[in-house]
């Protein structure tokens, strides 16, 4: 007994078996939906969607932090359960019934146009604030073409007696971030005015994204030979030149070590799944765009299974790497805080050089306690210990922008690995950004936003402006505040209600069974009984679970976030901040306008019907889509008079 | 007999004197600290009293170079305190009077003015030779004219808006091609309806499979 809600009208609005071999065979209809070359790009183009930057400084914070190897098992079982099904569902209804998002779930249920509109939404506040960190990446990468790096050394002050006070109460690499490309205001409250050679870097950053998206997946699908292939290239090039650097080993040991006591925190398998779910870009609309593209009996289940693969892969692999530079810096760091001590011993004491050692310096240490106590104290020694700075685990901005480069700058030849490290950040951003506007692109199309006449460069080029535009809220002084907000809040809580219901429309309104043959249609055999469970049952639970324990921790956390300010009395540490009141409307406006979309379009639809009491409500003529363009176009063929008529009346 | 002994009262005294005047936290006096390993690793030479010597000489450099006219000698520059660290006390007496020392402002304008030949003349740099209270001028930083990511902008945004402009003159170009195209296909394709063929497929009789494409999957 399947549960199958009832959904009248669903005959009409997606083309039929026999419909779809058709379009395969006619050349003629292909015309007007744009196709993949050949798979290599489609395949590149998904697993650079999927593979972004949450794989390179997201993943790996959560490895260590919670339980460093022992978290592959809760990652691994989430990835299985949770990311494979819903990546093969995302392809498979794409693939059938060969639309965008919106085109798709209104296809399934006129009342489910919303779950298109809210993917559309959070494609769009995502695509604002990620270019933004492009923007950043750009404006680093600008930077590293000079001998000396400039986040290396702190800059003279003004009358070049000494260093700028606040680079050298912190250090030169936080100067470099928060002042010179921030700029930071105290506040969220203070904007602090446009920096312009931010403005610069996001123009440039949107116009790249624009030249590559600019035919839609006729140039993304070259861009992406560059965009997704090149960070593999990096990685392995930084994970030799990690491995031959003192210490790395230290770090991918310290990564991997098994706690297997954290397996039993519900935090960490809420973690494993958030990641997990975030990581496959799932609910976005990108995916189900690009799958339409393809032939009709591509075999979305091998692509879904092998796209998981690589991304799960690829977050291990650059986990790796990032901790052997991690380790490299830890060591570095710890070097010389040892260091420093023995040389305040060897100089309070006038002892030989060379005469305390890292490895006698706490056996010295004591025996010097023991005849001069009072000394000993007054010379302030820091206490070093490795395992602390190893687990200065920083994550995000901090991980790419802070260690990192402060890493970059203890290597030798440091400009060429500072290059080669923003520019993998960068293809591994621009790949996710493919996705992203292409997710905001087919909807706008769908939804006729555009006038049909109007060309491809045109549309796309009017969108890159605007957000463009909008996007300069972000470049402002306190643009990385208001980033971290749309971080939080504008990407997290709506993509689960959407994939939640993403799972529910197509399992029981679109149904199961359907849906089931159209695959056994596509691919040549049924899902087997894996897909049926955790279709059916599995991961819409799994998303149940994450999305209620997320919805409660967001609403009932206290608000803070951290600043920078340099009069604070414990700076250098960012001091925390409760966010002011009118904030509480803009994340309303992130979070609930996308969520509550999808009730309230089934609402308006719904009120709309029963108004007009149109009898044809659930027609084709609904949406104008290119697939119903080709349908009627061979309506049109039919009816012309000179075409002879054929035996059995084609 | 009297003169004979002060002449060796004065032999011992003179030295004596001197290390009077030559004392740890001397009021015109500078500690001196030497990090040989740390400097030179492996390469490093012996700190004995030949380099103490050394020393000795190129105060005496540093003293006279700064003062032009004063002629000041090995023996005006007295040294004291030496430890294993290699650290010692030094202070510098005038060469016309020997009990008179000259005071600290003089001696650190001095070593500022030559602090980078005595820094050579051991193989040391600022932070292995350093002269406790005389702190090392920074460097002026090097600031080039148009900042440097400002060239590299200008070459990025540059090939993107070529790019942008080809790609849009390109698919103009296209467009104007195909309606040309277009007004001439016309003809054609009346030709192609004659014979019973319609967008390439034979409606003649039934649908020829030999002819489909027989690869159901997209194509690597």
Redesign the interface.
């Known amino acids: 007994m399947r549960l199958q809600l009832p959904n009248p009208g669903l005959e009409d609005r997606i083309l039929s078996h026999e419909e779809l071999d058709k379009l395969e065979?006619?050349?003629?209809g292909s015309g007007d939906r744009p196709k993949?070359d050949?798979?290599?790009q489609?395949m590149l183009t998904c697993v650079g969607f999927c593979v972004g930057l949450g794989n390179v400084w997201r993943f790996p914070y959560l490895c260590q932090s919670h339980g460093g190897g022992a978290f592959m098992i809760p990652f691994l079982i989430l990835l299985v359960l949770e990311g494979v099904p819903l990546l093969h569902l995302e392809f498979a209804i794409g693939q059938r019934l060969r639309k965008g998002s919106l085109g798709v779930w209104s296809t399934i249920h006129p009342y489910l146009a919303g779950v298109g509109i809210a993917s559309m939404f959070v494609s769009l506040m995502i695509s604002l604030y990620y270019n933004t960190i492009m923007a950043w990446v750009?404006?680093y990468?600008?930077?590293s073409?000079?001998e000396t790096l400039p986040w290396s050394q702190c800059?003279?002050n003004y009358n070049?007696t000494?260093?700028v006070s606040e680079c050298e109460q912190s250090s030169p690499v936080d100067y470099f971030w928060y002042r010179e490309t921030l700029n930071s205001t105290p506040d969220i409250g203070e904007n602090g005015g446009l920096q312009w050679?931010m403005v610069?870097?996001l123009?440039?950053a949107w116009?790249?994204l624009?030249?590559c998206i600019?035919?839609g997946i006729e140039?993304t699908g070259k861009a992406v030979y560059v965009t997704s292939t090149l960070p593999y290239v990096v990685l392995s090039i930084f994970l030799i030149r990690g491995l031959t650097l003192k210490g790395s080993l230290s770090g991918v040991v310290f990564l991997f070590t098994p706690n297997l006591t954290e397996l039993t925190n519900p935090t960490t398998w809420l973690d494993a799944g958030a990641q997990v779910f975030y990581s496959f870009s799932i609910a976005f609309g990108g995916l189900i765009s690009f799958s339409s593209y393809?032939?009709v009996?591509?075999?979305c289940e091998q692509d879904a299974v092998i796209i998981s693969a690589v991304n799960g892969f690829t977050s291990v692999y650059a986990a790796t790497v990032i901790y052997t530079i991690i380790g490299f810096r830890a060591t570095e760091r710890f070097d010389n805080c040892l260091g420093g001590n023995i040389l305040v011993l060897?100089?309070t004491f006038?002892?030989?050089?060379?005469n305390v050692t890292e490895s006698n310096y706490d056996q010295v240490l004591q025996s010097l306690n023991g005849t001069h106590p009072e000394v000993i104290q007054g010379l302030n020694l820091k206490t070093c210990d490795l395992n602390t700075f190893l687990s200065e685990g920083v994550e995000g901005t901090g991980l790419a922008f802070i260690v990192f480069t402060e890493a970059i700058t203890k290597m030798p030849a440091s400009p060429v690995w500072s290059v080669l490290f923003f520019i993998m950040l960068f293809c591994l951003g621009l790949s996710s950004m493919f996705g992203n506007i292409e997710g905001v692109l087919v909807p706008l199309q769908d939804l006729g936003v555009f006038p049909k006449s109007w060309?491809k460069?045109s549309t796309t080029g009017i969108t890159c402006v605007l957000c463009c535009i909008v996007g300069l809220i972000f470049v402002q002084g306190s643009g990385n505040y208001w980033l971290s907000l749309f971080d939080s809040y504008g990407g997290s809580i709506p993509l689960l209600i959407i994939a939640f219901c993403e799972m529910v429309g197509v399992v029981y309104l679109y149904g199961i069974d359907r849906f089931n043959d159209d695959i056994e249609f596509m691919i040549g055999h049924k899902p087997n009984l894996f897909w049926q469970i955790t279709w059916r049952f599995v991961s819409p639970a799994i998303m149940l679970v994450i999305f209620v324990f997320y919805f409660i921790t967001k609403v009932t956390e206290t608000l803070l976030y951290k600043t920078w300010n340099p009069e604070s009395e414990n700076f250098p540490t960012l001091e925390e901040k409760e966010y002011p009141t009118w904030i509480f409307v803009i994340i309303f406006i992130l979070a609930g306008i996308p969520g509550l979309s999808v009730p309230l379009t089934a609402i308006y639809k719904c009120l709309r019907n029963r108004c007009c009491k149109k009898d044809n409500e659930f027609k084709q003529d609904d949406l104008n889509t290119i697939a119903k363009q080709v349908h009627l176009t061979d309506e049109a063929?039919k009816n012309k008079p000179?075409?002879?008529e054929?035996?059995?009346g084609? | 007999m009297l003169v004979w002994i002060l002449f060796l009262l004065c032999q011992v005294g003179a030295p004596a004197l001197a290390q009077d005047l030559c004392q740890r936290d001397a009021p015109n006096g500078y500690k001196v600290?030497i990090?040989?390993?740390?400097a030179l690793g492996e390469d490093a030479y012996e700190w004995n009293q030949s380099e103490m010597f050394f020393f000795q000489a190129t105060m005496a450099f540093a003293m006279r170079r700064h003062f032009q006219m004063e002629t000041y000698n090995v023996d005006n520059i007295i040294l004291c305190v030496q430890?294993?660290?290699?650290?010692f006390w030094f202070v510098v007496t005038s060469p016309d009077n020997t009990t008179m020392l000259i005071p600290k402002a003089d001696v650190e304008k001095a070593v500022r003015m030559s602090r980078h030949r005595i820094n050579n003349a051991f193989l040391l740099s600022d932070r292995t030779l350093e002269f406790l209270g005389i702190y090392p001028t920074?460097a002026?930083?090097v600031n080039p004219d148009t900042p440097?990511?400002?060239?590299?902008?200008g070459v990025?945004?540059g090939a993107?808006?070529a790019?942008?402009i080809a790609?849009?003159v390109s698919?103009l170009l296209q467009?104007r091609r195909k309606e040309k195209g277009m007004t001439e296909d016309g003809q054609d394709e009346e030709d192609m309806?004659v014979k019973?063929v319609?967008?390439?497929?034979n409606?003649?009789?039934?649908y020829n499979r030999g002819f489909?494409?027989d690869d159901?999957?997209?194509?690597?």
Not at chain 1, 25 to 28: G, I, L, N, S, W
């Open positions: 065979t006619e050349e003629a993949w050949n798979k290599t489609y750009m404006w990468l600008f930077n073409f000079q800059p003279l070049l000494g260093l050679w610069l870097c123009v440039s116009a790249v624009y030249i600019i035919r140039t393809n032939s009996h591509n075999n060897l100089n006038d002892l030989p050089e060379g060309p460069e063929t000179d075409i002879p054929t035996a059995d084609r | 600290r990090s040989l390993k740390t430890t294993s660290r290699v650290s920074l002026a930083p440097p990511w400002l060239i590299v902008f990025v945004i993107v808006c790019g942008i790609l849009l698919s467009k309806q019973g319609e967008n390439g497929i409606l003649d009789g039934t489909t494409d159901r999957f997209t194509k690597l």
